[in-house]
């Protein structure tokens, strides 16, 4: 199985553009590497790729990774489209893959409804190409293709839902892919405001986990004067501090940690900040845009 991490930043892309903010400042100055918004290509054989998140990036990602280009026919190696929740940032390149023939979409029911009843995003795709819904289950195992199945886990949130529409259950997933020839592992959770029980279970032993990295610290936005929530208030669980992400990891036994989904304003961006370092100390990793995983 390979994977490869088409946007690694968090909505807004870094740098954001009307963000002043000491590391959007040092990435034009190019100090430090610009990002895309967030979503990552997987597939088991190299031919036929899925999308986990389209995001509104999507055109320029697909252009930035040849194993996505379509051939002569138009016809393309993707191959079907998976979200882990109804974010703007996660779903408006659906949008812009309106010039496919057809497109499979795998979410679940409350993702669904919010796209079709809240966002509209669904509705208004569907006026421009057949869309072709699979229902994602909590707990159930998808057969992706030949070589390569997933199964999506609730990821519990007490973000307010913007468009009001859907139930909590299923709002917010991760997704667990296996590699079904080798048995490999890999966890993907661009989202997450709390390491739960059930959470670290479905976490425990994989060989490589891609998660959450919106910010280093809880007030980080608040102390910027950029917002008046908390990290774990808008749904992420920090990086840093006594029981962040970076601190409650390692007892998990995971082979291969990486940090995707970052803020703009996150010192972990910027490669010679201490808090890359602390990362990097930690044998953690902070995901770029190309970045591509092999398990």
């Not at 994989?206 to 007030?219: V, Y």
Request: charged share 20%; net charge negative; aromatic share 4%.
């Amino acid at each position: 199985m390979l994977l490869r991490v088409l946007g690694s930043a968090a909505g807004g892309g870094s740098p954001q553009w009307n963000c002043g903010c000491p590391v959007c400042a040092a990435v034009r100055s190019r100090a430090g590497l610009a990002r895309t918004q967030s979503s990552v290509a997987v597939s088991a054989d190299r031919r036929r790729w899925f999308l986990i998140n389209a995001s509104p990036d999507v055109r320029g990602q697909i252009e930035a990774f040849p194993g996505l280009h379509p051939r002569e026919d138009r016809t393309t190696p993707l191959e079907a489209v998976l979200l882990t929740d109804a974010e703007l940032d996660h779903t408006l390149g659906l949008l812009l893959l309106r010039e496919a023939r057809a497109l499979r979409l795998y979410t679940t029911p409350a993702v669904r409804k919010t796209l079709c009843e809240g966002s509209g995003i669904l509705r208004t795709l569907e006026r421009y190409c057949p869309v072709e819904w699979h229902a994602v289950l909590p707990g159930a195992e998808l057969a992706l293709s030949d070589g390569l199945s997933c199964q999506a886990f609730d990821v519990p949130t007490s973000k307010r839902a913007r468009f009001g529409a859907g139930p909590d259950h299923g709002r917010v997933v991760g997704y667990r892919l296996t590699d079904e020839r080798s048995g490999g592992t890999l966890v993907y959770l661009p989202g997450v405001q709390s390491l739960t029980p059930a959470l670290r279970g479905e976490i425990q032993g994989c060989a490589c986990l891609l998660i959450d990295g919106t910010c280093w610290r809880d007030d980080e936005l608040v102390r910027l004067g950029l917002a008046g929530k908390t990290s774990r208030e808008m749904g992420h669980l920090p990086v840093g501090g006594p029981d962040g992400s970076l601190a409650q990891l390692p007892s998990l036994g995971v082979g291969r940690t990486v940090f995707v989904h970052m803020n703009n304003t996150n010192p972990i961006l910027l490669e010679d900040t201490p808090e890359r370092r602390t990362v990097e100390d930690n044998g953690m990793e902070v995901a770029m845009d190309g970045l591509e995983v092999q398990v």
